[in-house]
């Protein structure tokens, strides 16, 4: 984990806006992808601490019920707002469609999901209309992104398409890579599995989008891959990045972005019984040594 300077961290020296501003940023996923989103929220706030939940022993959202994975939403808010978190960050898209609105309506602090960032940084790209979406099947098949997009822009021809072997490429290529997450500017290792994915898109290669959204937290693992099999004409959207963007602004506009002048803490959590896998993984995601994941213990399956 990261420390700060110990000057500034003293809350006798702080009024108590100060020591709301330095509160964490609660984040939190079915498993580890959206690790993605925090490695960008560590790149753009590296002031900031950082409390990140990975729900993995309930992991995959996407087969269980909406209302089931509402509940799931509800309760590791209530966690993150009992550690005292000033902002809160659904990094999955199924738990977003599934639960940010009623995260919003529980509770008093903001809160945002991963749809609606990259949805509409697409909306703004997009200069041919023709825009495509790929994520998980339940993301797919709940219509959330066309929906946010088509908020924005009700012109705007949206192609959807489920693309699950990613995520499996994603996990299998990621163990493959010494640099793990910091290994996206060229293909690298991901380069084998060329063919597949070039096969996996056909339908958005055949829609002819100029953008395209990864719609799934796992997918920037990915990225040097489905940039080559796209091409150079379509821009991608990373989720991950786009919903770091709209966290700092909010902060920023909110005036409470962390007055620390040395780097965030990160703490991070799994609700698996076997934290080592999570580490391993968030070692290779986030591109730092990681001293210590921890067991978190919610809510029984």
């Known amino acids: 984990m990261m420390e700060k300077s110990a000057d500034t961290s003293s809350p006798q020296k702080l009024s108590g806006q100060a020591r709301f501003c330095n509160a964490p940023i609660g984040i939190f996923d079915s498993g580890f992808g959206g690790l993605t989103v925090l490695k960008e929220l560590v790149r753009l706030l590296p002031n900031e601490d950082f409390i990140f939940v990975g729900d993995s022993k309930r992991c995959p959202y996407g087969p269980r ?14 966690y993150l707002i009992s550690r005292g978190c000033k902002m809160i960050v659904i990094a999955c898209n199924t738990a977003t469609a599934a639960g940010l609105a009623e995260a919003q309506r529980r509770f008093a602090i903001p809160i945002v999901g991963v749809v609606h960032p990259g949805s509409r940084a697409a909306a703004h790209m997009t200069r041919s209309r023709c825009v495509g979406v790929i994520a998980t099947e339940g993301t797919i098949s709940s219509g959330v992104y066309e929906d946010a997009i088509h908020g924005l822009d009700a012109g705007i021809k949206v192609t959807s398409v489920a693309t699950p072997k990613f995520v499996e490429i994603a996990e299998e290529g990621l163990q493959l890579t010494d640099g793990g997450y910091g290994v996206r500017e060229g293909l690298s290792v991901w380069s084998a599995y060329l063919p597949l994915a070039k096969e996996c898109l056909q339908p958005i290669l ?9 719609g799934c937290t796992h997918f920037p693992l990915i990225q040097p891959l489905i940039a080559a099999a796209v091409g150079d004409e379509v821009q991608l959207v990373s989720s991950a990045e786009e919903t770091a963007i709209e966290v700092h602004a909010i902060l920023l506009r909110r005036g409470e972005l962390a007055r620390y002048e040395g780097r965030g803490r990160i703490e991070l959590f799994t609700t698996a019984d076997n934290t080592a896998d999570f580490h391993d993984m968030a070692t290779l995601v986030l ?8 067991h978190l213990d919610l809510a029984a399956e």
């Open 65 to 78: 019920d909406l209302d089931e994975v509402r509940g799931f939403v509800v309760e590791i808010c209530d």
């Open 206 to 214: 055949a829609a002819h989008v100029d953008t395209l959204v990864l």
């Open 287 to 294: 591109g730092i040594m990681i001293e210590s994941v921890y």
